[in-house]
């Protein structure tokens, strides 16, 4: 790790935080590095918390997989960082663990010009009027899903809402409806995404490729990743034959037809390794997000309550607001990352060197009690209010040039299906209280599935019209 020497100076307000005393770096916990590591696995917010109180707003950890990162928990702080200047602060090398299976042209990977251009490519597929062209979908696959649940019997709400929204994103991003090539694409990639779905499995696999070792799990997974490939390559060719394609109005068929201010499409390679990013980025956040939404809603029955009479009124204030919430207090993705590049950053008074990465700390800035109130309660009413949360308070979806492509289409879609299954069944959690939060790959699971249980048989589904637009 490049260290720099302390400077000295005067105080400074950087992201309106008095900083009296100039440092390198900012402070952080002088604990051995496994036990930093520990403190991240075992209990990350009560270590953050001990760790903010002790240090203040900007802490300097290590642990064992690093050598050294900077966390922030101030929105004012995290407000210079979203921005701050996209090439200094670059997100691809901090989200490079996922390189060998997203592909290097995905927009996650990239910075700089070819970032905005993939982006910018890929925005028109993902716009508020787009969306609503995918409620029947969504509407109709969580009716299918419902269809499917025992009645009386447990099981887990997560893997419920993995298959659902793999089922979307199948039918709304690659455009394929049920049959043969349905059945295939979704095997291969259910199969392809099973090792980063397991605790750590991000990590193995990406250790295990460093190696360059011919292990079996590197094997299995390259076999894996060789039929996703194949069938997305049989698939574009396809397509792109389509006299229809124009007409269709999957995002794998923007893609193809996007073109950037120089009139160039996208290659195949790009294609590909954008439609991977879609759905590794978008299925199971989302799914996990729903299913903590349910888990949340099933342990607090007054807002039970008064979902229920709010989706019965066709109200969707109160379930929006309710989805903020839940991934509030739930976010899925713990902190999103931007590595230093060319010069130090100027950081609340410290100076970040280059390739050092910052992570705004999502779960602690989405827990201070002076943004909001009582904030481990689950309380919707925080965002219909006059002054709700802004865009560095509220960060499920990171922020600036590299804000989550898929955050609207990810609460639409949370809308839609919640609001479904409330209208249609009735469930109770399984559990006494809510279940336990549990870090795997990059996102923070339920850690028993969050089990619930259908009450009786779902009312009548298929034949209500869906209000599509
Ligand atoms: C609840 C569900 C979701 C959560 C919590 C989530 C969260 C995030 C976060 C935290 C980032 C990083 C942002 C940053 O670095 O500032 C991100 C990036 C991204 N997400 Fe999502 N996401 C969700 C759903 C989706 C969906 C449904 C899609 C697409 C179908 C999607 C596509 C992407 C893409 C393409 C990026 C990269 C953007 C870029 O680098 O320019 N996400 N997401």
Known sequence: MTHVAPRTGASATIGGVEASTQAALPPGPKLPKLIQTLGFAVMPARFFDACRRRYGEVVTFRTLFDSGFVMVFDPRIVKDIFRGDPDQLRAGPANELLGPVLGERSVLLLDGPEHLRQRRLMLPAFHGQRLRTYETIMREATDREIDSWPVGE????????????????????????????????????????????????????TLSLARRGRSRNVQVFEERRRRVDELIYDEIERRRRDPDLAEREDVFSSLLLAEDEEGRPMTDAEIRDELVTLLVAGHETTATALAWGFDLLLHHQVVMDELRRRVADGDDEYVDALVKEVLRIRPVIPAVGRVVHGEPFELAGYSIPPGMEINPSITAIHRRPDSYPSPTELRPERFLEDDPPDTYTWIPFGGGTRRCLGGSFATFEMRVVISRVLERTTLEA??????????????????????????????AGRTAAPAAA
């Open 430 to 459: 399984v559990q006494p209280e809510p279940d336990e939060i549990q870090r795997r790959g990059i996102t923070m699971v339920p850690r028993n599935g969050a089990p619930i249980r259908q009450l009786r048989s779902p009312r």
């Open 154 to 205: 447990a099981f887990q709400s997560l893997r419920a809402m993995q298959s659902l929204t793999l089922d979307v994103i199948m039918r709304t991003v690659f455009g394929v409806e049920e049959g043969e090539r349905y059945r295939e694409l979704h095997r291969a990639i259910r199969d392809m995404l099973d090792p980063i779905s397991r605790p750590l499995g991000v990590l193995v696999l």
